[in-house]
């Protein structure tokens, strides 16, 4: 079996009077990430992961923000045509390892849901998918509660 793994990052502004989404669950808040999509910062820093992994590019490439389709798109259809997408070179997922980098809200009620829901939008178990939450110690623009960020170690695996 060939293994292969890839990193993805990415941040988004919290506004007033938007959702936040997280890991595919809507979790509550008093603002939400600001985005062409529902901003969920953890599913794009997954979706980057997978994709860099499989040497495909970017989240950007394959679902640009500028393109009418995928404005106010829930991130969980981003990522399950990731997954169809590296499926078409041979891929499946191995395990997915994240950390998000938020202040506020405090994210460790959240992270069992989350699990369950990705693990449904990529057919896999819970357990292949590690999800954790910190923040910055008040330092930066996460820290001033300007923003939340995410990052993700993804390995896939290809049949010989």
Same mark, same amino acid.
């Given at each position: 079996? &060939?293994? =292969? ?25 008093? @603002? ?12 794009? %820093?997954?979706?980057? +992961?997978?994709?860099?992994? %499989?040497?495909?590019?970017? !989240? ?5 923000? &500028?393109?009418?389709?995928? &404005? ?7 990522? =399950? &045509? ?9 891929? =499946? ?19 069992? @849901?989350? @699990?369950?829901? $990705? +693990? ?8 292949? !998918? ?13 820290? =001033?509660?300007?923003?939340?960020? %995410?990052?993700?170690?993804? $390995? ?5």
């Amino acid at each position: 079996m &060939k293994t =292969r793994i890839g990193f993805g990052y990415d941040v988004h502004r919290l506004v007033d009077d938007r959702a936040l989404w997280l890991g595919g669950i809507e979790i509550p808040h008093t @603002q939400g990430l600001l985005g062409h999509s529902d901003a969920d910062v953890l599913i794009h %820093a997954i979706c980057d +992961a997978l994709l860099g992994a %499989a040497n495909m590019r970017d !989240i950007g490439y394959h679902f640009p923000d &500028k393109d009418p389709n995928y &404005k106010g798109v829930d991130s969980k259809i981003l990522l =399950r &045509k990731t997954i169809e997408l590296i499926s078409t070179k041979g891929y =499946r997922l191995g395990n997915i390892d994240c950390t998000v980098c938020a202040e506020q809200p405090k994210l460790n009620p959240y992270i069992t @849901q989350m @699990q369950q829901t $990705l +693990a449904e939008v990529m057919q896999t178990e819970p357990e292949n !998918i590690s999800i954790k939450a910190t923040t910055t110690e008040r330092l930066g623009f996460t820290g =001033r509660e300007e923003g939340i960020s %995410a990052y993700a170690v993804a $390995l896939i695996e290809k049949e010989r």
